[in-house]
């Protein structure tokens, strides 16, 4: 087994910012939405306003991106980071409290997904193309429907974790959990 460089988007991937979105809609709003019901990216179940409020108390929230739950909270990825690298590429807003890398650190630390996390932030979701490549990652997981579709137009190996919202995606393979994928990659790429 070589040693693999594998890519992670956080948010959709590994954190359930959807659920905690929706569930802060609901609350403000008086609505009785559930994520699953999130068929597209924009959270079309609320007006354009509402979206907005919502973003903007995310952005008042202390330490948000460390608060949120993780989609698969019994998973840990100990194993993967004693025989490979894992990377965490992110793109999210900054909030109120500590740095958006050290949120994400402690959140990784804290639900116990690794020991040495190494966290990268890019300002918008189009920039992680350019980093993966730089950092010359064997495989990559995201969610969200248009990165991964540019990040296949360029020929990365990269998955679409399974959610209701990305549906369309047919252009890379799809997966429903973290050990699915981490056993997909290193079944194709594991071997010298």
Request: glycine share 4%.
């Amino acid at each position: 087994m070589r040693n693999l460089r594998i890519g992670f988007d956080c948010d959709g991937v590994l954190c359930d910012f959807s659920g905690r979105f929706v569930q802060m809609a609901n609350q403000m709003f008086g609505t009785n939405c559930r994520a699953s019901d999130q068929a597209t990216w924009d959270y079309e179940q609320f007006s354009k306003a509402q979206v907005d409020k919502v973003w903007a108390e995310i952005r008042t929230t202390r330490d948000f991106w460390a608060k949120l739950d993780a989609i698969e909270p019994d998973v840990t990825l100990d194993d993967v980071e004693a025989l490979h690298t894992p990377i965490f590429i992110t793109s999210r807003v900054p909030v109120a409290g500590d740095s958006i890398e050290m949120q994400t650190q402690s959140w990784l630390l804290e639900k116990k997904f690794v020991t040495f996390p190494t966290v990268l932030v890019v300002p918008h979701y189009s920039l992680k193309l350019p980093l993966m490549q730089a950092l010359k990652l064997d495989s990559y997981i995201d969610d969200k429907a248009e990165t991964v579709e540019q990040l296949q137009a360029v020929g990365l190996n990269c998955y679409i974790y399974d959610q209701p919202y990305n549906q369309a995606v047919t252009c890379a393979p799809r997966v429903k959990s973290i050990s699915e994928y981490i056993k997909d990659v290193e079944a194709k790429l594991g071997t010298i």
